[in-house]
């Protein structure tokens, strides 16, 4: 099964109509995962004394913690969190709208674009590294850092499956953007040059280039990254 998906705006189910998918001219992605807090993690515990149970309850609570700090953000920032995946956290911008009912609803091909998506989820992607900073590692007492990958692009949405049914995005954006994220810096934000196009100038004279990235399937693409300042940090 694949329908289009429509999420009341305070509810936590999915209502389908019958339509095949959803295509959306343009969205602004972000994969957030703590895989360098959560692998740091595993790290560290290899060499400790305690049983696989108390380690694996550590990753569970620490997780937890991350991403009830993201979650308690979404509304604040206008994003979309659409899945974790294991230690990745993934939000996208200018995927929903407002309907005639005052309902949310996913945007397909002949919603208006929204001007902001791509400053939506950067802002957004910022409040990340700073939450994860306000929770520290259980096995060193260091504040968690991690990783964040941006790219901007079409998207096609559904709900898939007919036990415990998901909605889901599928299409080469959804994989730029985790390339963005492996290829990324701790404490950073890495994004594609499809992204930063999107934002305003004041904010791109902040960016560094990084040169260019080989991704695979794509060749030499040019990336740029944001590094927060000390006070950003805080």
């Not at 694949?2 to 339509?19: E, F, I, N, Q």
């Not at 740091?40 to 997780?63: E, G, I, N, W, Y």
């Not at 294991?86 to 200018?94: I, P």
Request: aromatic share 6%; glycine share 8%; net charge positive.
């Amino acid at each position: 099964m694949m329908k289009h998906c429509y999420l009341p705006a305070s509810a936590t189910y999915l209502h389908a109509s019958a339509s095949a998918s959803t295509q959306h001219s343009k969205i602004s992605s972000v994969i957030l995962p703590c895989s360098v807090a959560h692998r740091r993690l595993q790290h560290d515990c290899l060499s400790c004394d305690k049983p696989p149970a108390v380690r694996l309850v550590q990753t569970m609570t620490l997780l937890n913690e991350l991403y009830s700090r993201y979650d308690a953000l979404l509304d604040e920032y206008g994003v979309y969190k659409v899945e974790t995946i294991g230690d990745c956290y993934f939000v996208a911008g200018g995927l929903m709208r407002e309907d005639e009912d005052g309902m949310t609803a996913v945007c397909d091909r002949s919603s208006k674009e929204d001007p902001l998506h791509a400053e939506r989820v950067l802002a957004f992607a910022k409040a990340m590294l700073v939450a994860a900073r306000q929770v520290v590692m259980p096995t060193n007492g260091q504040p968690v850092e991690i990783r964040v990958g941006l790219h901007t692009g079409p998207v096609v949405s559904g709900v898939v499956g007919t036990r415990m049914p998901r909605f889901c995005l599928f299409g080469d954006t959804v994989n730029t953007a985790s390339r963005m994220e492996s290829t990324g810096v701790p404490g950073a934000i890495h994004a594609s040059a499809a992204t930063f196009r999107r934002l305003p100038r004041t904010e791109q004279a902040k960016w560094k280039p990084t040169g260019g990235i080989q991704v695979k399937g794509k060749g030499l693409m040019q990336t740029y990254l944001w590094m927060p300042s000390a006070a950003e940090s805080n």
